[in-house]
């Protein structure tokens, strides 16, 4: 049975599996079926720029935003700097 997908590209998302990547936030880029293992997989691109695979199952939604990438565009237009 195909389990419809849980998340779509562009959603924010938060890891919670048992991994290196525990607690890190990124941004679901891919979503796709294995029928042999009938699971759902996402491919997230996280802050720190890598991308990585996960079962759905691994991942909730978040409303965290990437504060590095927002805190640089906005001193990058503060100030009086060339």
């Not at 599996?17 to 691109?45: A, F, L, M, P, R």
């Not at 695979?53 to 565009?73: A, H, K, R, W």
């Amino acid at each position: 049975m195909i389990r419809d997908q849980k998340f779509q590209i562009g959603d924010r998302v938060k890891i919670i599996s048992d991994c290196q990547s525990y607690g890190k936030c990124g941004t679901v880029i891919k979503c796709w079926h294995n029928y042999c293992s009938h699971n759902n997989y996402v491919e997230v691109k996280l802050d720190n720029g890598t991308t990585h695979n996960y079962n759905e199952l691994s991942l909730v939604f978040t409303n965290e935003q990437n504060n590095i990438t927002e805190g640089v565009n906005k001193n990058m237009l503060m100030g009086n700097y060339k």
